[in-house]
Nanobody
Framework: QVQLVESGGGLVQAGGSLRLSCAASGRAFNSYAMGWFRQAPGKEREFVAAISWSGGSTSYADSVKGRFTISRNNAKNTVYLQMDSLKPEDAAVYYC???????????????????WGQGTQVTVSS
């Protein structure tokens, strides 16, 4: 059984930074694309960032491009989301996700992910 555990969320002032981590267990982590999504109260879950299995390709939502960086360390079975210049509108529960088909490219559609973490809360004060 695949398990994804997020950490690193918290309260930060606008303009500040946070680094989220997602630790994976249960299978060969380095064979699968990973992504980060977020969901704010009353809103749909939305794509934030994605990374290919090798880490060679990444994709970002326009709203976070230039401020967030996704990366992965396959030796540690962990994917990261570095969030800089945070804005109040970035506040949400952040989820990491993993696909299971071994696709070569990044994946931005939530429907293509098979495994999800429990989420970590990010709060940004203005």
């Amino acid at each position: 059984q695949v398990q994804l555990v997020e950490s690193g969320g918290g309260l930060v002032q606008a303009g500040g930074s946070l680094r989220l981590s997602c630790a994976a267990s249960g299978r060969a982590f380095n064979s699968y694309a990973m992504g980060w999504f977020r969901q704010a109260p009353g809103k749909e879950r939305e794509f934030v960032a994605a990374i290919s299995w090798s880490g060679g390709s990444t994709s970002y939502a326009d709203s976070v491009k230039g401020r967030f960086t996704i990366s992965r360390n396959n030796a540690k079975n962990t994917v990261y989301l570095q969030m800089d210049s945070l804005k109040p509108e970035d506040a949400a529960v952040y989820y990491c996700a993993s696909e299971s088909a071994g696709r070569l490219s990044v994946i931005t559609d939530a429907k293509d992910y098979n495994y999800w973490g429990q989420g970590t809360q990010v709060t940004v004060s203005s």
